[in-house]
């Protein structure tokens, strides 16, 4: 079959409605009631609104903790308020939760209507994993990458800690970024300070892989990491994790064979005969072969 390709237009157009409302939902960690600098956005709930009181309550969940209604209808009324998810009332409070009487006028442009979230109970919650490289596996003789992603799930900064990471005994470590505290082939720590409310941090580790046959396809290799403090830390079992992965790489039995098979009649053979030899190569193994070099030694003879 043969592809067709087909040519496209991009064309650019203005909204023609252009005063609405924007819903913020945020962390005010300086309960001034305005977002300021640093202060993040929170999905921990859901927005509602009721357009003149018509008993329809829409509901909205935003992983942006955000959202915008356009109105072009100066006389459309809008009750607005943010709805906290059962599982963070616990932590959590709104200073403001509703804005029962909202209208747009017309040249308004887009108004922010503020739902700041607070601190009801300080609270400790760490958390850390292992995410693997999408493209690059375990592979004797290469190198591969780790990402260690750390975050603190809590509402106040963690003002100090240490991520603490082992590589499996088939491999070593190489090297990380940013760069370790302490480090050895086997080995890491990271101290880290101040990470802020829902902050996350990442660790790249780079680690090689011996060759065949120190380590063999299929081999699995397990990596784990660990965090503190956990002193207080609501949920202790994500203050730990680990990553398996299979050892996977290219493998290629070879063959040589001349042609006049086992024996050949020396009468028959002049200096103008030849030797053919065919040299075999495969992979049969569980990647693909990124370095190949075929190698023919000749007898002395």
Not at 74 to 83: D, G, I, K
Not at 133 to 140: F, I, L, Q
Not at 286 to 301: F, K
């Amino acid at each position: 079959s043969f592809g067709t390709s087909t040519r496209t237009s991009t064309t650019n157009n203005s909204l023609s409605i252009i005063n609405g409302i924007k819903l913020n939902a945020f962390f005010d960690t300086i309960l001034n009631g305005v977002q300021n600098a640093g202060e993040i956005n929170l999905n921990l709930g859901k927005f509602t609104y009721e357009i003149n009181s018509d008993g329809i309550v829409h509901n909205i969940t935003s992983s942006s903790g955000t959202h915008y209604l356009y109105e072009s209808n100066p006389s459309t009324t809008y009750a607005l308020s943010y709805v906290l998810d059962p599982a963070f009332t616990t932590y959590y409070a709104l200073s403001t939760s509703t804005y029962p009487s909202v209208t747009v006028a017309l040249g308004s442009g887009i108004t922010t209507y503020n739902f700041p979230i607070v601190a009801s109970t300080l609270f400790n919650d760490l958390s850390v994993s292992i995410i693997p490289s999408w493209w690059n596996a375990p592979r004797p003789g290469f190198t591969y990458n780790n990402t260690i992603k750390f975050t603190n799930h809590s509402n106040q900064t963690i003002p100090a800690g240490t991520v603490s990471f082992n590589c499996d005994s088939a491999i070593s470590i190489l090297s990380t970024s940013p760069t370790a505290t302490t480090l050895t082939a086997t080995n890491f720590t990271y101290d880290f300070v101040n990470l802020l409310p829902f902050e996350s941090r990442y660790i790249s580790v780079t680690m090689q892989v011996p060759v065949i046959p120190t380590v063999s396809l299929g081999q699995l290799v397990t990596n784990t990491v660990s965090i503190i403090p956990n002193i207080g830390d609501t949920t202790p079992l994500n203050n730990a994790g680990s990553m398996t992965q299979t050892i996977v790489g290219a493998y290629d039995p070879n063959d040589k064979m001349e042609s006049h098979g086992e024996e050949i009649l020396h009468s028959g053979f002049s200096s103008n005969d030849y030797l053919t030899y065919t040299i075999r190569f495969e992979n049969t193994g569980t990647a693909n072969a990124v370095n190949v070099r075929i190698n023919d030694v000749l007898d002395a003879q």
